[in-house]
């Protein structure tokens, strides 16, 4: 979760990646939605066992702000999402996922025949959906359009005070905005071998959605979705820690205009996504069941 990386950014924290040379899978192209009713009815996001998003880098209208760029990560160059399993309990549904993102460490050098060095983080994240909500996991691409990845941290609590991640219409953006407060308690480990003591904390933070009107959208691979539903997100939020290093402390807050935008088609999912790193996402490829 990028926007928690953020906040951790001013706290300290790092983000390890395994360098791996193994590559994604290929994804067999489909534009049109699939056969198989989604979880909860959920048309905006079909969660079907078996379905895959393929996203890859697409260029932003704007640059990135300049307060921003120290605290950019490294954009991915591509992130395969793949529905590995949906299980119903009485009311709830909860959809299991696996979030393959892949980044460049170093390019290809063909004056020395080197090839490209590669990182690959998975991450396991979860959607779970009733009539009433529609909850995706912070560390999920489809939470705040930041793919997650960090590592020595885990959440031993999380709460919603407010409304849920997607507020949803018969299974579809509906016109009035919605608003998803979230308390949560992190703790952390250090990497194995380090000696030091790394505080746990906690982290609030106000999500605003915005239905816009919607967009065509016209992807790099040639799909073309004439009335993309829009969302805006306005991000709020900081982190207190357990034991914080100064003697007054005051909570690290998120910057400020902290904007992400989705662009999701009826029986497709997600579209289209931008977040304030300037980063871009459009969906190349998918597989719908």
Known sequence: MRTFATLFAVVVVGLVIVVSTSTIEAVPKKAAGGKSPPACGAKVLPLVTGNV????????????????????????????????????????????????????????NDEKKKPAVMAEVLVASTITCSKTKFEISPDSFFFAAEPGGFRELTFDKLERSKDTSWKLTNGTVGDDPWREDIVAHFTRVPAKGANVQISAGKLELERTFTPEKPEVV????????????????????????????????????????????????????????????????????????
């Open 53 to 108: 998003w393929k996203y890859v880098p697409f260029p932003a209208p704007q640059p990135i702000a300049v307060e921003l760029t120290k605290l950019a990560p490294r954009q991915p160059k591509t992130i395969v999402i793949t529905v590995k399993s949906v299980e119903t309990k009485g009311t709830e549904t909860v959809a299991m996922l696996e979030e393959k993102i892949t980044y460049e460490i170093t390019p290809a």
């Open 218 to 289: 016209v992807t790099a691979s040639g799909e073309h979705y004439p009335r993309a539903e829009k969302l805006a997100l306005v991000t709020t939020g900081r982190v207190t820690l357990d034991k914080p290093v100064s003697p007054s402390p005051v909570p690290s807050e998120l910057p400020k205009n902290w904007i992400s935008k989705f662009w999701v088609q009826d029986d497709v999912g997600v579209v289209q996504a931008l977040n304030m790193y300037a980063h871009m996402y459009q969906l190349a490829e998918s597989q719908l069941k």
